[in-house]
């Protein structure tokens, strides 16, 4: 009898434990759901946002918020008469309070009344490689959450590699890639699905292994 009680206890705190398993896996579960939407409702708020690095402190006191982004852009993407001044709904320095340890600007960060503004900018951006105000060179990046910003990082050498093979590779918002392969448009979320993907496909194994 002993025995048999034994082992009901045993199947009684076997069953506890998996019960206890399951319901922190549940947790989990719903904790990276929570995070995930938390992430990307904070990227919606930022999507039309276009922070400026390198502005010198005090310009904006100077010229106005809104005219002093006008300037940058007229001074890096001179205007063919046709296209409407990008309209600016907010403008601010981050962080607020100036820290005297620093001897570097706040950053900039303008929000804009139109996403396709935005992306127009950064796409310019990008094709002038230098961005400059008052000959000084800057950068325009566009503003996401802090998990974003480190995923969109994750895929930037994967990207280069791809650019050199030739695979039309695009990163997309926020933080996805897609690229052209047999014919398809291919588009991932996350390297996991990509090294599944890559180990069934011999053109797609010349990405190094570290990358993914």
Not at 47 to 53: A, F, L, S
Request: aromatic share 6%; net charge positive; charged share 35%.
């Amino acid at each position: 009898q002993q025995n048999t009680g034994g082992r009901r206890t045993n199947k009684q705190g076997g069953r506890q434990i998996s019960r206890n398993y399951e319901c922190r896996t549940k947790r989990e579960k719903r904790l990276i759901t929570i995070e995930e939407s938390l992430r990307e409702l904070w990227d919606n708020v930022k999507r039309t946002n276009i922070c400026i690095i390198g502005v010198p402190e005090g310009e904006e006191r100077e010229k106005g918020t809104e005219n002093l982004f006008q300037e940058i852009i007229a001074e890096n993407f001179p205007p063919t008469g046709k296209e409407p001044l990008t309209q600016i709904q907010e403008a601010q320095r981050v962080p607020y309070k100036i820290n005297p340890r620093r001897n570097t600007p706040r950053h900039m960060l303008f929000k804009l009344s139109k996403i396709k503004d935005k992306e127009e900018d950064l796409e310019a951006a990008r094709e002038k490689k230098q961005v400059t105000y008052k000959g000084t060179p800057m950068r325009l990046w566009a503003d996401f959450s802090a998990e974003t910003l480190q995923a969109r990082r994750e895929w930037h050498d994967i990207l280069n590699v791809m650019e050199g093979k030739n695979l039309q590779p695009r990163s997309l918002y926020p933080a996805r890639l897609s690229f052209r392969f047999e014919g398809e448009i291919k588009t991932f979320t996350d390297k996991q699905k990509l090294r599944e993907l890559s180990n069934t496909k011999p053109a797609l194994q010349q990405i190094p292994k570290e990358l993914l």
